[in-house]
């Protein structure tokens, strides 16, 4: 078993950072990507941000410039520094993880999310 589990949602105004982080734990074997999601009341989830095992990103364009994505292997976590946030950006933030639980088989994790909310 995997577990994810997010942190360091919370309220914050326009204009304003937070950061989010991640751990894994469980079985695991090595970890390859690992990525946020978010998903708005009403909306679909959407993919914000992905980091693979090389460390290349990727980003939704509406957080490209204000949206940084790291990962410390050595502690199976991921992080994502946001900044300049806009009320668009509220929603419940998912970790996600393709992670091997042994050298012959790997799966998809979630975290439970963590809640975003910025007032303007």
């Known amino acids: 078993q995997v577990q994810l589990v997010e942190s360091g949602g919370g309220l914050v105004q326009a204009g304003g950072s937070l950061r989010l982080s991640c751990a894994a734990s469980?079985?695991?074997?090595?970890?390859?990507?690992m990525a946020w999601y978010r998903q708005a009341p009403g909306k679909q989830r959407e993919l914000v941000a992905f980091?693979?095992?090389?460390?290349?990103?990727k980003y939704v364009d509406s957080v490209k410039g204000r949206f940084t994505i790291s990962r410390d292997n050595s502690k199976k976590a991921v992080g994502l520094q946001m900044n300049s946030l806009k009320p668009e950006d509220t929603a419940v933030y998912f970790c996600n993880a393709v992670v091997w639980v042994s050298s012959l088989s790997a799966g998809e994790y979630w975290g439970r999310g963590t809640q975003v909310t910025v007032s303007s």
């Open positions: 469980g079985t695991i074997f090595s970890i390859n990507t």
């Open positions: 980091i693979a095992s090389g460390d290349s990103t």
